[in-house]
């Protein structure tokens, strides 16, 4: 599946990067065979309770299809706001996301719900992949992203698989994070019918507005919505035993 809808593992992103960016997000891939449960797919997360000699064949079928010299980087994601600059020492960090001007460090990002959000600088000299749930979200992660580039209107945004607004069903708390009065009107959190104490949020709505007041305008993707499209992406939501897909960006 690609930007377009096609059928493929790799998700494409229709944006007009420099040529010497390169960026996907993995699809869950399902086979004619495999349940449209669970773990059932391309998962790539050790963290899952899926066998780990199949996750390492995924990453390694990764790194194999992108032709890429080193793997992904990947990071032990906490909802924070914290990111990595790479190159980095080996090892597994605690963080949300990372940041390179090197080429051949790929950055990457593992979501099932929340949104994996790809940044790149219009001159190909910078890169960036953040997790981007809603804590993250509140909490000024892609602000933080941005601040890493020299200058944002300079920046270029894809916003890729996510739990999308229909689905994305929040109590007050949520809106609290966010500073939102619950008896206002938001264009990022809508009431549900029927449910007073419940509203639906988007994330992608979100993080267009943080990153348009940020000074980024060219922003692309965010269509997509993880919990109602089993057969390509992975949602915890959905299902609780669940995969994660990758999102991936580097510089050759």
Not at 51 to 72: K, T, Y
Not at 148 to 166: C, N, R, T, Y
Not at 224 to 232: E, F, G, I, K
């Amino acid at each position: 599946m690609n930007d377009k809808g096609q059928p493929s593992r790799y998700l494409q992103p229709d944006w007009p990067a420099p040529a010497n960016v390169h960026a996907v997000s993995t699809c869950r891939y399902l086979g004619g065979s495999e349940l449209e449960k669970g773990l059932a797919g391309f998962n790539l997360a050790l963290h899952v309770g899926d066998d780990p000699a199949r996750v390492l064949r995924h990453r390694l079928q990764l790194q194999q299809d992108l032709g890429l010299e080193r793997p992904p980087f990947w990071i032990n994601q906490t909802h924070s706001t914290d990111l990595l600059k790479l190159p980095a020492p080996a090892g597994l960090y605690d963080c949300d996301g990372s940041t390179t001007q090197t080429k051949n460090w790929p950055c990457v990002v593992m979501t099932a719900d929340c949104l994996p959000v790809l940044l790149c600088d219009v001159g190909g000299t910078q890169v960036a992949a953040v997790h981007a749930g809603w804590q993250g979200l509140a909490n000024g992660i892609v602000g933080k992203a941005v601040a890493q580039f020299d200058e944002p209107s300079q920046v270029m945004a894809w916003l890729g698989p996510a739990i999308g607004p229909k689905a994305f069903e929040v109590g007050v708390d949520v809106l609290r994070a966010f500073g939102v009065d619950p008896l206002a009107t938001s264009t990022e959190f809508k009431p549900m019918n029927g449910h007073p104490k419940k509203w639906l949020g988007n994330l992608y709505a979100i993080a267009r507005a943080q990153l348009n007041q940020l000074g980024v305008t060219q922003i692309y993707g965010g269509q997509y919505c993880t919990v109602s499209d089993p057969q390509h992406f992975y949602s915890h939501r959905r299902d609780s035993a669940s995969g994660r897909m990758a999102s991936v960006i580097w510089l050759d």
